[in-house]
């Protein structure tokens, strides 16, 4: 039998982990500053991702390094074209604020992170029925690696405006890689005490009175 002697965390240590995740921010390309960002800090930033949880321990997830200026132009245009489309969604009243925000820093981070769920050949423990598990365990990496960041004051933001397909082909993933996110990370000049997009009133926080019911809705 498997012995159950695993780490035990004190209050304190709780404390600051509760700290990381309530000042982890979405930083924006008019955050971050011209340094690279050192390989052994990278590899931490990996480590914590290789380190969550999966669905059946099947670790679906593989990540591309993108400091290659062209490339990251590449990407930028698709951002282009695809954030041009999104602006007439919006409500007039958000429309002024929507063309303002700067929504990505692809060029002005020093480092890109494309993060990918490979699906398994073989059937997963515990995604026989809710397929998408397999996306949540990738989505979980992508958490690890953002807290790590905040906790090494790191930038981190996740660009989410983007043609996925066309991402694919730039970065000529495998046919079968499905586009989870794509990341900025660099070193930044700050962080904001509060959600920039709070800040801002675009959106208010939730209650838990409106969130979390018991027993059933």
């Known amino acids: 039998m498997h012995s159950l002697n695993g780490k035990l965390f004190t209050a304190e240590e709780a404390t600051v982990l509760h700290d990381i995740i309530c000042n982890r921010r979405d930083v924006r390309g008019n955050r971050f500053l011209d340094r690279p960002v050192e390989d052994s800090v990278v590899q931490q930033l990996l480590d914590a991702a290789f380190h969550a949880p999966s669905v059946g ?3 679906p997830w ?12 590449q ?10 489309k999104a602006a007439p969604v919006f409500e007039t009243e958000k429309q002024a604020t929507y063309t303002r925000l700067k929504l990505e820093g692809i060029m002005e981070a020093p480092l890109n992170i ?21 996306l ?9 690696l953002w807290l790590m960041a905040r906790a090494l004051n790191l930038g981190m933001g996740w660009v989410s405006i983007l043609d996925a397909e066309k991402v694919k082909r730039i970065l000529k993933a495998p046919e ?19 959600p920039e997009l709070e800040l801002l ?4 926080r939730k209650t838990r009175e409106t969130t979390i019911f018991y027993e059933s809705y």
């Not at 699906?119 to 598990?133: F, I, K, N, R, Y």
């Not at 794509?182 to 904001?192: E, H, I, P, Q, R």
């Open 136 to 144: 949540y365990s990738v989505v979980c990496a992508v958490q690890n």
């Open 57 to 59: 321990f099947s670790q």
């Open 176 to 194: 079968n890689n499905k586009l989870v996110a794509y990341l900025c990370v660099g070193y930044t000049d700050g962080f904001y005490t509060q």
């Open 201 to 204: 009133q675009w959106e208010k």
């Open 114 to 134: 494309a993060v990918f769920y490979k699906p398994s050949p073989q059937p997963v423990l515990g995604q026989t029925s809710m397929d998408e598990a397999g």
């Open 75 to 84: 990407v930028k245009e698709s951002f282009m074209v695809e954030n041009e």
């Open 62 to 73: 593989e990540f591309v390094l993108i400091k290659a200026p062209g490339i990251k132009q």
